[in-house]
């Protein structure tokens, strides 16, 4: 029973990136450039902001280094348009798709219990009173924190 | 084990609909009025169409009758501003309380096998092919619609 609580949790976060990889990953150099609505963020800063935020759960879930530090400062501490890009969209590109694909190999290999082990930004105290603080939560939060920018993204249309 | 990733599951629910209430329950008549972006959904048309597509959740997991099927046509089957709004903001506000209020209370009496059976817009063939096609699903797929739709509304800030 536990096995399919879990494919549906993780189907649900490969539906919500096949969404973004299926409006990203075929915009031009040009068109990724643009605001969801005038004055808001650029395509290329909302992809960058999910690229860096999913590549933080390797450690917040305790599941290996994150590969691309380097997009934080331009597309988590800032706003956009603060700092330049850091990389080329064509590389960002490389970075989502290849962040997301060993996020979801290594979802794919933890077990029922450990998606209901702490993740590593709360406290044992503060898990051993609410245990709902675990991966799986990280794992639900994240996928609707995409599905929310994936909305503001579809705006350009 | 179950029941911590069904709390997980209806708690990243209330999560979201949560941020909804506080966003748009304290806006005004005017406020309501307001579009997303320049020739985008106002925010009423979102209310409207989120408080319609969980009102169907009733039939689609099988747990009562829904409320408010007046809603459909101006919030569902017609795009913004196609039709009049059905009813005033101050009644849409009531109606999406109550109808999130009834799904949530429904929600928290189901058992863990409940949920891992099919909701009603699957055959039986279909399911037995694929069992993630369950109440589950729907939950987990509704909560990132409405964080999608989330998403856009913060916009208007």
Redesign the interface.
Known sequence: ??E??????I??WK??IGRIDKGFLQLSDEEIQRQ???G?NRLIYLLGHLTAVHDRMFSLLGIGERLHPELDEAYISNPDRTLPDPVAPADLKKFWSEVNRQLTEAFEKLT??E??QKHTAVSDEDFAKD??R?R??IL??R???A??????AV?VK
Chains 1, 2 share one sequence.
């Open positions: 029973m536990e399919l609580f879990l494919k549906n949790a189907g649900s539906q919500v969801v609505a005038p808001k029922p219990a998606w209901l245990p709902s675990n799986l939560s639900l939060s996928t609707n924190h599905a929310f920018h994936t909305g503001q705006l």
